[in-house]
């Protein structure tokens, strides 16, 4: 747009309104808004884009400046569409859900199969509005009245009767309608008779075209010069026109500028010698600083030597305290981890010294050996019982067996006895 000029920028304004007033040559609004269920682009306003309810042309650049990205994408297609088919070449209508890039793909290669050159990124297209999507639709509407046929004429001018040149209004310069406006007014004043200027300028220009009729007479006045000279004084106080000058006019303006351009030269002329003087003690005291700067820093060089050494020795005492403050963190990372296994340690060691400490599992020991030693006793006596039985049993038994053996020996004796 900077190569272009200035107003390139705007280019596509014009543009737009270009391609509008072709549309509307087209008949669009009959033949592709009605066939697609869409409002004028003039009237219609954005109800929902399922329906094809589009921003209007508010300002008539509805491609130029952008409303809504979508809608407009899809009304350029469609629109693109309509006028590659009126141009006689067939093209498919797009649909909503389509690809854009194959759409916008198809639109170009039409375009340059009329012969028009398309020097911009298909993806300018995508939008839906710009420059390029103006262009693109200028083209294709210029292609569509070409095939219809229709040809640009000259304009045809309506005659007018011939009238004098307009004077531009201006409060301090005479004009015609201000003449007639004044002379009304003198007229409800005083009721004098006056001279009709258009029943005049009508005279004169019969009068012309009578004089232009016959160039070769000469002209000779009929009318007497005392008669003259009193109807001029009759009519004078008539013709009076006070001009009235107004802040507004131009000619003030520039007797405005001339005057303070005077001023500023005059008060230039007594400030310029201050100004000098001025300049001039400005420039003395830069110079006493400079010196001053250069004997100050001569003195105080040897000062500047040793702060110089000072800064080198603290730059180097803070590389050294950030390496040790480095290594101070790395070590209270590892004392934090060491007083965490302290602690883990120390309450181990609490739990084992508590329960070695408590009384409880002893008295439990103590009373299950009291309980063993009695159950011991109760077991040493079943004991005891049951030998002194298995005793008695024994006895017993012997003696049966002793006394069955006495009860069989005795009565063999006896026999062998008889």
């Known amino acids: 747009a900077v190569e272009r000029g200035p107003g390139a920028a705007y280019h596509m304004f014009v543009l737009m309104e270009d391609v509008l007033e072709k549309l509307k040559l087209l008949s669009y609004e009959e033949e592709a808004l009605r066939r697609h269920n869409m409002r004028p682009l003039s009237r219609c306003g954005m109800q929902n884009i399922f329906i094809y309810h589009f921003l209007p042309f508010s300002n008539r650049h509805y491609f130029a400046l952008p409303t809504n990205p979508g809608e407009q994408f899809f009304m350029f297609c469609t629109l693109a569409a309509w006028l590659i088919t009126k141009a006689g070449h067939p093209f498919e209508q797009p649909q909503e859900y389509d690809d854009p890039n194959a759409i916008i793909s198809k639109i170009l290669s039409e375009l340059r199969s009329f012969g028009r050159p398309v020097d911009f990124p298909p993806a300018k297209l995508k939008a839906g509005y710009g420059e390029q999507a103006c262009y693109v639709l200028d083209c294709l509407a210029e292609e569509a009245l070409k095939y219809t046929g229709f040809s640009w004429k000259r304009p045809v001018y309506p005659t007018e009767e011939l009238e004098e040149k307009e004077i531009t209004e201006d409060d301090a310069e005479l004009t015609l309608n201000k003449l007639e406006e004044e002379v009304v007014e003198e007229e409800s004043d005083n009721e004098e008779n006056f001279i009709d200027l258009n029943v005049l300028k009508a005279q004169t220009y019969k009068s012309d075209m009578s004089d232009s009729a016959k160039q070769e007479e000469i002209l000779e006045s009929t009318t007497d010069a005392a008669e003259w000279n009193l109807e001029v004084e009759r009519v004078l106080p008539q013709l009076k026109v006070t001009v009235?000058?107004?802040?507004?006019?131009?000619?003030?303006?520039?007797?405005?500028?001339?005057?303070?351009?005077?001023?500023?030269?005059?008060?230039?002329?007594?400030?310029?010698?201050?100004?000098?003087?001025?300049?001039?003690?400005?420039?003395?005291?830069?110079?006493?600083?400079?010196?001053?700067?250069?004997?100050?820093?001569?003195?105080?060089?040897?000062?500047?030597?040793?702060?110089?050494?000072?800064?080198?020795?603290?730059?180097?005492?803070?590389?050294?305290?950030?390496?040790?403050?480095?290594?101070?963190?790395?070590?209270?990372?590892?004392?934090?981890?060491?007083?965490?296994?302290?602690?883990?340690?120390?309450?181990?060691?609490?739990?084992?010294?508590?329960?070695?400490?408590?009384?409880?599992?002893?008295?439990?020991?103590?009373?299950?050996?009291?309980?063993?030693?009695?159950?011991?006793?109760?077991?040493?006596?079943?004991?005891?019982?049951?030998?002194?039985?298995?005793?008695?049993?024994?006895?017993?038994?012997?003696?049966?067996?002793?006394?069955?053996?006495?009860?069989?020996?005795?009565?063999?004796?006896?026999?062998?006895?008889?």
Do not use: C, F
């Open 244 to 418: 009235r000058t107004d802040n507004k006019d131009w000619r003030i303006h520039v007797d405005q500028m001339h005057q303070h351009k005077d001023g500023i030269e005059s008060a230039l002329k007594e400030t310029r010698g201050y100004l000098d003087k001025l300049h001039n003690e400005i420039s003395r005291t830069l110079e006493k600083i400079n010196s001053r700067e250069k004997y100050v820093n001569n003195q105080l060089e040897h000062l500047v030597q040793e702060y110089r050494s000072a800064q080198a020795l603290l730059s180097e005492a803070k590389e050294k305290y950030q390496e040790g403050s480095g290594g101070v963190t790395e070590r209270i990372k590892v004392l934090s981890e060491i007083t965490e296994i302290l602690e883990r340690v120390k309450q181990e060691m609490e739990e084992k010294g508590s329960s070695m400490t408590d009384g409880a599992p002893l008295v439990k020991i103590k009373q299950a050996l009291t309980k063993l030693k009695q159950e011991t006793v109760q077991m040493d006596i079943r004991i005891g019982v049951m030998e002194h039985t298995l005793l008695q049993s024994k006895l017993k038994e012997k003696s049966n067996m002793t006394r069955d053996m006495h009860a069989t020996m005795i009565p063999e004796s006896t026999v062998d006895a008889y």
